[in-house]
């Protein structure tokens, strides 16, 4: 039996194929960055099809890289940025839009005319989720507006609607499966988290037609069969999950309590929860931690927008470093950033605040102030913003967080871990493997083709890298974090 598995991690920035072997050990791997349009202020979209040609190309490359052919892969897992929408035509496969960013802020008017009409209760009931343009339906319904015949072909099923997911399953078998995974599904704002279905009463609401929605899966089930000559052979797609569930099960977080934290472009914290539902109570999002044998594990999250953003702010927008590993050394070369802080709103304030329209700000600058300062406050930021979320966490869950378990490219910081672990008061572990999401994604594809046994069999096999430990004075913590407290709330415009 072959024993390779290859994923495909589909990101804002960047899609990533990583062909691993059985013990998670990367073999080979290949990656394009992503055109990134920004068509006015707060838009944001790609183009898909480049996300197909990209993934196409990078899945390609990996295969080459490692030396294999398409029978040596026991299968594929796809994981991928999530709520961004994607829609095309049915009959010829071609998009019919740009594909619309989960940063994009356009439809916050939307958003606001239908909570100032009371439909978010219904909308945290049932999905878990707020009334915010992050999420994909007010995107969808933007779309359908944008050609006098777009609503009507969607009525009649000529259109599909798809996750970057389910637009790579629809791409990869030529056209044969129009599917989804419930974590994806999940974050659409159509999908009921309880029930497990699309629910009718929110299509009706975001007036979204019911023919555009693909069939929604299990996270590791037989998806299909990559299209022969994509690929060089039929290679079947057996895990799908979006990026930060994913992540969950990369970072073997099964237990209830365990966090993990990624870092990219922006960052995302899920706690495990277990199989109830259970709706926060401060301004987090339930959502699926994953979906296996039809049954739910759910996970509370927060999401901050920009995280790994911030430093390629620091970079291209300020051009004060050269490349993002630059902001290690310039933010440990200051012994503090002089009372500065940087709120990186940049597209608005996700969890907890969850306002579209701050902006970010740069404050307590003094004519001592430089770059080092700046550079070390954007690192700050993602501490500060991280421990928002641990306060929510901590007050949902009734139990203080003892560890966290951090990834994404912007944990390649040395310093930024420490001072993690510095702000929250956690000890933060960081994996041998850094990329687990698209590990995560090989996890599941592995498990449906028998190369795990189960979950326990995955979490077993989890390695550390390091573990950073506090060694902040507590004083100092609780100063800190009071200043940025102060700081969020000079940008704030709404709140909730
Ligand atoms: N050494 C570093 N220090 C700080 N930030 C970093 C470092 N290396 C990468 N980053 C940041 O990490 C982000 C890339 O992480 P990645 O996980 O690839 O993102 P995504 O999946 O969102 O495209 C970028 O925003 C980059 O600025
Ligand atoms: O592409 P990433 O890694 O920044 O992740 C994007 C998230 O899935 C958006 O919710």
Redesign the pocket.
């Known amino acids: 039996m072959t024993r390779h598995i290859l994923a495909l991690d589909q ?4 899609t990533r194929a990583i062909v691993f072997d059985r013990d998670g050990a990367a073999v080979a791997s290949a990656r394009r960055d992503l055109t990134q349009y920004y068509p006015a202020d707060g838009w944001v979209e790609h183009d898909a099809g480049e996300i197909r040609d990209h993934a196409i190309a990078v899945c390609r490359e990996a295969l080459a890289g490692a030396g294999l052919s398409a029978a040596d892969v026991a299968a594929i897992g796809i994981t991928n940025q999530r709520e961004t929408a994607v829609l095309w035509d049915r009959a010829t496969g071609e998009p019919v839009h740009r594909a619309i960013v989960w940063q994009d802020r356009r439809t916050a008017p939307m958003c606001r005319d239908l909570r100032a009409a009371g439909h978010e209760a219904l909308i945290r009931r049932k999905t878990g989720l707020l009334l915010d343009p992050y999420f994909s339906a007010t995107k969808v319904a933007w779309m359908l507006e944008t050609a006098p015949d777009l609503r009507a072909r969607a009525e009649v099923g000529d259109l599909c609607f798809g996750t970057v997911d389910s637009w790579l399953l629809w791409s990869l078998t030529g056209g044969a499966v129009h599917a989804t995974d419930a974590t994806n599904a999940g974050r659409t704002l159509l999908f009921d988290i309880r029930t497990q279905r699309w629910d009718g009463d929110l299509l009706a609401l975001f007036d979204i037609p019911r023919a555009l929605l693909p069939e929604v899966m299990d996270n590791a089930a037989d998806f299909g069969v990559t299209r022969p000559d994509l690929l060089g052979g039929a290679i079947p797609i057996t895990g799908m999950a979006g990026d930060q569930h994913a992540a969950v099960v990369g970072q073997g977080c099964f237990a209830p309590g365990m966090i993990k934290s990624t ?3 922006g960052a995302f914290a899920l706690i495990t929860m277990g199989d109830t539902f259970v709706e926060s109570r401060n301004r987090l999002l339930t959502t699926l931690a994953y979906r296996l044998d039809g049954r739910p594990t759910y996970a509370m999250e927060g999401a901050i927008f920009v995280a ?2 911030a ?2 702010w620091l970079r291209d927008g300020l051009g004060i470093i050269d490349t ?2 630059d ?2 050394a310039l933010a440990a070369s200051v012994p503090d950033t002089g009372g500065c802080y940087l709120v990186p709103a940049f597209t608005g304030l996700g969890a907890p605040y969850w306002d579209p329209d701050a902006r970010g700000a740069l404050l307590g600058l003094t004519r001592d102030t430089g770059r080092a300062h700046i550079a070390r406050a954007a690192l700050e930021a993602q501490g500060y913003q991280t421990r928002d979320l641990m306060e929510a966490m901590t007050a949902d869950s009734g139990t203080a967080p003892v560890s966290l378990r951090v990834d ?3 944990v ?2 040395d310093w ?1 871990c420490q001072f993690l672990a510095d702000v929250l008061d956690v000890t933060v572990e960081r994996p041998a493997v850094i990329e687990t999401t698209a590990l995560g994604a090989a996890w599941l594809a592995g498990l449906r083709v028998g190369l795990y046994k189960s979950l326990d069999d995955l979490a077993g096999r989890w390695r550390p890298d390091r573990a950073f430990t506090p060694a902040m004075a507590a004083t100092d913590r609780e100063r800190l974090y009071a200043g940025w407290t102060a700081a969020v709330g000079r940008v704030i415009t709404s709140g909730r």
């Open positions: 990101g804002t920035t960047s870092y990219g472009t790994g953003a430093v390629q993002a590993a902001s290690e994404g490219g912007l390649a910081n930024a």
